[in-house]
Structures are given as structure tokens and as C-alpha cells.
């Protein structure tokens, strides 16, 4: 039980009793918006004891239908109960967002330290991807990320980073492409893709903010 010995803190958090259905989903969307962690159920952080719960038989599937119908983008964390001297404890491993800001009900929630509290707006400005919403999977998004920071990304380069064929990685990065999302340059093997320039007016309207 390595989770008590470390505390709660910034990637963990305890919970005695399996609290409402607003404070789960107010936690992983939290937990999805910062650097993931694990919500522990059956701990008690204030005197370090195991206390175990009642989990009904339907638990797992109560945690997805809150991940799915009550987060935004939907959060399916990993789901396992433990038990360790005949009580019960559920760990719920939820991973960094792909796809921030997550909220609940219309709001999102940031893990500062041992709190999740609501995000301010420059918080949710920095948290924010600007290819959430575009229908994309996790990796053209990390694709994306990759062109932005390398300058460029190669059809070679998205096999070896992800394990996809020739042909997969083609397919991928060309729908980046209809998307407008990346520029192609060169062409046969010295094919590379780009990020497009930014618009004059959105460098205007960024110089603006930062007034």
C-alpha cells in the first residue's frame, strides 16, 4: 500500500467513502485537465488507516457512465478493485487529457495540489489544445504536438513514434493535410509536413492579450 506512505498530493487522492456522482466526474475532469493521477476509494489520508468501502456490483459500470455522460470530452479511466485485508478499495487511473479542457457541467475543474478547484481563464487558455473538437485520434494529436515541436514530422518519423504501417501513417497524416492542420512540403521520400503559419489576425489578437 505504497499510496498511504506517499499521501495525497498533486497525482493522488483519497477518499474514505464513495463520494456523490458531481464529485467523481468533478474529479476526473480535474485529474484529465492536469497530469493524471489516481482517485483512490477506501483510504483514509487524515490517519492513514485502510478503510475499505462497500462497492455495489455495478460500480465499474456507474464510473463509466459518469466518464461518459457527465464529463466533456467523455474520461474512461482504468478501473480496479483491490483488496488487501479483507477490505475493498477501488483506484481509479485516470490518464492526462488529449482533448482539454474537460469540464463538468459546463465548468473545468484543475488539480492544484491536493484540491481540484475551478480553473481561472488564463489556466484554461494555457490548458487548451488548439486541435481539440477537429474529430482527431490521440495520435494525430501527438502527431501535431510532434510537428510543432520538431518544426516538421516525416512519415518515417510517425511509424517509429507510434508502431503504424507505412500505408497507416499515410492515411493519418493526409487527413491532416484535408484538414488543413498540417502543409505538405517536398515531395516522393524527402516529404515532410508542416504546421501552417499562423493567421496575421490571430498573431494580432495574441499581441493583444498579452497587453
Known sequence: MDFLGQGEGQSVEFEKFIPSDDDIARELVAFSNSDGGKIIYGL???NK??????APADFKEKIESIGK???APKIMPEIDVLEKAGKKIVILSVTEGDEK???TDDIVYFRDGKESRPANEKEIKSITSPWSGKGLNK??????????EHNNLTNREYREAFGVSHKTAHLELTMLVDKKLLLTQGSGRSTCYVLPLPKEEDIDE???EEK
Open 206 to 208: 495574441e499581441m493583444e
Open 101 to 103: 479542457p474537460y469540464r
Open 69 to 71: 455522460n457527465r464529463c
Open 44 to 46: 483514509d489520508d487524515k
Open 139 to 148: 495520435r494525430q494529436i501527438r502527431a501535431l504536438q510532434l510537428a510543432s
Open 49 to 54: 488507516h485502510l478503510t475499505g468501502i462497500e
